[in-house]
Nanobody
Framework: VQLVESGGGLVQAGGSLRLSCAAS????????IGWFRQAPGKEREGVSC????????YYEDSVKGRFTISSDNAKNTVYLQMNSLKPEDTAVYYC???????????????????WGQGTQVTVSS
């Protein structure tokens, strides 16, 4: 099982980035995918997640209206489009997978089975 994030980088406040999470080694359609972030000295927090076939999504309040999650099941890839970035969005961003149908709070890291290695997003003011 492998999740590989890409697309991070350094951007000025107000700019945009698109993160990608490429999955392999499991049946992509059977899993929901979440994006999390962790800033230095802070706990990992849920940012967004998408159901196994993209029918439902979740966004943490601070990113609503700025971030959009989407999936391309043909490519086994989930994207996180991040617009109007703020310095407080600076963090390492991780994607994670959890089996579809899991009963729980999918905004919480402990619900997830598989994790990527993370990609750094830095937003300068």
């Amino acid at each position: 099982v492998q999740l590989v994030e890409s697309g991070g980088g350094l951007v000025q406040a107000g700019g945009s980035l698109r993160l990608s999470c490429a999955a392999s080694g499991f049946t992509f359609d059977d899993y929901a995918i979440g994006w999390f972030r962790q800033a230095p000295g802070k706990e990992r927090e849920g940012v967004s997640c998408i159901s196994s076939r993209g029918g439902s999504t979740y966004y943490e309040d601070s990113v609503k209206g700025r971030f959009t999650i989407s999936s391309d099941n043909a490519k086994n890839t989930v994207y996180l489009q991040m617009n109007s970035l703020k310095p407080e969005d600076t963090a390492v961003y991780y994607c994670a997978a959890v089996r579809a149908g899991t009963i729980g709070d999918l905004s919480q890291p402990y619900e997830y089975d598989y994790w990527g290695q993370g990609t750094q997003v830095t937003v300068s003011s």
